[in-house]
């Protein structure tokens, strides 16, 4: 059975499959509209290698809860921890660091804990 005539994708608009030959990757995006309500779904899928999910998921509670070095990926997951609480912020960090660990593969770029200038917090507060 082909992906397009899959009966699981008939109430989407479209559906869109596309393939890196470079790396060998391929995915299907399914397209649907929200102008009726929410969209179908919402779980996180469990695709994938269990043991890269965990590892994952460990690097994103370790950044948050033991490291002390400034970075703009662990001040992005402790505001969203204080907002929707800290295993929802570990999932979110966890997938940023998927996201930034691809790109840097990519291109070959090391990861700088360190921020541009007008990101980083000052290390003197400012005169009133």
């Known amino acids: 059975m082909q992906v397009e005539t899959n009966p699981s994708f008939d109430p989407h608009e479209k559906v869109v499959v596309f393939e890196d030959k470079a790396t060998g990757l391929a995915g299907v995006i399914a397209v649907h509209s929200t102008h009726l309500g929410p969209a ?29 070095t400034w970075c703009s990926v ?7 921890a204080q907002r929707r609480g800290h295993k929802r912020a570990v999932v979110a960090v966890a997938r940023k660091l998927a996201s930034v660990m691809q790109a840097m593969w990519l291109d070959g770029t090391e990861f700088s804990f360190q921020a541009p200038d007008r990101l980083q917090p000052s290390a003197t507060p400012k005169a009133a």
């Open 40 to 68: 179908a779904g919402g779980h996180i899928s469990k695709c994938g290698d269990r043991e890269v999910r965990t590892a994952l998921y460990e690097a994103a509670s370790a950044m948050l809860l033991r490291s002390k």
């Open 74 to 80: 662990r001040a992005w997951g402790l505001k969203i």
